[in-house]
């Protein structure tokens, strides 16, 4: 059973925060994932958002005109494969033509790709925008517990999300389907990735014992999971565990995953000590060491990522500290929080069109 976070303290009760701040580290150092309570998303909610992606997986019209292949930051329908049977629809950050990230070339950052508008599918990119907002909402509180778990000030996670590098996922997992996977043994790339599901299950974790350990679906809970970068930034102290959908389900299955990773420009530089004998990004990236690691960005990482598993060659701009130093604060003046004097002790709210 995995350990359970709940959200729903006030933030002004610091002695609540630090019980979940212990139970966070507990579920991190356990297996990479853990669940979530007091998120804020209600049933309805939650069911609404799984009924808006029935409508759209069964609208074969739009999925064809939004084919990810016609976006340019593969954003939009992605088909079943010869060794996946997912399917999904991909959205990123909505950001304006003029936005400082746009205007300055930077890969994967720009506008998604929308179906048209039917009657199943009213509101469906403002009910999607909206619910990725709430997203990165609830995603700033888990990420206050994530700095306090690793002994840095509540806020220093969030600090480095000035434009945050996120992608919401409609899946959905046809029945009998005859293939291995739904979705083949993988880590995420990200920091923080956060799931709702339906009623039925399919998610599996690889526990330490080497056994797949399937995850129960709850009404109330959210399943969340240590991403590469989350790893990296606890020095491998929290792992970013291999996880699955297997294949042949008795029943369709639908999920919504939320990836949440840092800015574009942020540092991978772990936040506290390395534990002990931990070399996987070494072995993985094959860098010569982790000190080469610890100054890379977001952007070196998941270009290198996409160069492993997609052998997709990234084009991105060279730019010098000066430059980034001026869009980043571009970026800045765009953002729309609280109050600075009340950031400490409220979640963080985006407005970064």
């Known amino acids: 059973m995995l350990i359970n976070v709940d959200l729903s303290y006030d933030l002004d009760d610091f002695a609540a925060e630090a019980e979940q701040v212990q139970n966070l580290r507990r579920g991190f150092e356990q297996n990479g994932f853990l669940t979530l309570t007091g998120h804020g998303i209600s049933a309805e909610r939650k069911a ?3 009924k808006l992606s029935r409508a759209f ?5 739009l999925k ?10 593969g954003r939009g329908y992605e088909k079943p494969t010869s060794y996946e049977y997912k399917e999904s629809f991909m959205t ?3 950001l304006a033509d003029n936005h400082p990230y746009v205007q300055a070339g930077l890969p994967f950052h720009g506008k998604n790709q929308w179906p048209e508008e039917q009657s199943d599918l009213q509101g469906f990119k403002e009910k999607l925008l909206s619910y990725q907002a709430d997203m990165l909402a609830i ?22 999300v000035t434009v945050p590098h996120c992608m919401l996922r409609l899946l959905h997992y046809r029945k009998n389907n005859q293939q291995e996977n739904g979705i083949a043994p993988h880590t995420d790339w990200g920091c923080l990735s956060l799931i709702i599901q339906d009623e039925n299950a399919g998610l599996e974790i690889l526990d330490k014992a080497g056994q797949w350990q399937l995850i129960v679906p709850a009404e109330d809970q959210m399943v969340v999971n240590v991403g590469n970068i989350a790893e990296i930034l606890s020095g491998g102290h929290y792992p970013s565990t291999l996880h699955r959908v297997a294949g042949n389900l008795d029943k369709d299955r639908y999920s919504i995953a939320f990836f949440c990773d840092l800015d574009y420009f942020s540092s991978l530089k772990p936040l506290t000590g390395l534990k002990e004998g931990w070399h996987r990004y070494e072995q993985e990236l094959d860098r010569p060491c982790l000190d080469d690691l610890a100054k890379m960005t977001v952007a070196d990482y998941v270009c290198l990522m996409h160069e492993r598993d997609f052998e997709l060659t990234v084009d991105r701009p060279i730019l010098s500290d000066k430059k980034i130093e001026q869009i980043q604060k571009l970026a800045k003046q765009r953002l729309t929080k609280n109050v600075r004097g009340q950031k400490r002790r409220s979640a963080l709210k985006w407005n970064i069109s």
């Not at 064809?64 to 976006?71: F, K, N, V």
Request: charged share 35%; no cysteine.
């Open 64 to 73: 064809d005109a939004t084919d990810l292949e016609r976006s340019p930051l």
């Open 57 to 61: 997986f069964a609208n074969k019209e």
């Open 139 to 160: 995603t700033a509180k888990v990420n206050r517990l994530l700095s306090l778990s690793l002994g840095q000030d509540a806020e220093t996670i969030n600090d480095r």
């Open 48 to 50: 609404e958002m799984l």
């Open 92 to 94: 990123g950050l909505e």
